[in-house]
């Protein structure tokens, strides 16, 4: 992968993919302290490690995951990213400790396919 490739928007004003009507500002609300009064932050991460932390809230693991994953959506994505969209960070949502939502298992499926050993993750907290 071409290492300048960094498919994901460090603001909301860089998202230039809106192709999912699912895809909510909920990640820079609770970076910038405006989702609730919740805390937040951006953490590093591989993509492995979010597609797993964010499978175990579907309940699925390993394998189970990736089955679940439109690889449609996951080529259209990574084809948008070479050509140059940007993309929010995927989010995970923890309450009392556990996770109970998470966007992006598609884009972090996306970063590993194009070689991101690294990706920006909001982890948003009640």
Do not use: C
Not at 28 to 36: I, K, P, V
Not at 67 to 96: C, H, I, Q, T
């Amino acid at each position: 992968m071409n290492k300048r490739i960094y498919p994901f928007a460090r603001n909301l004003g860089e998202v230039t993919d809106s192709s999912d009507n699912f895809l909510d500002p909920r990640q820079y609300r609770a970076l910038d302290n405006d989702y609730y009064g919740k805390e937040a932050k951006l953490v590093k991460m591989t993509p492995e490690e979010y597609i797993n932390r964010a499978g175990s809230d579907v309940g699925y693991k390993d394998e189970g995951v990736r089955s679940s994953v439109n690889r449609n959506r996951v080529e259209y994505y990574k084809e948008r990213a070479m050509e140059g969209d940007m993309f929010p960070y995927p989010w995970l949502e923890y309450k009392s400790g556990k996770l109970k939502g998470h966007d992006g298992r598609h884009r972090a499926m996306m970063a590993k396919e194009l070689g991101l050993e690294e990706l920006d993750v909001v982890e948003i907290y009640d």
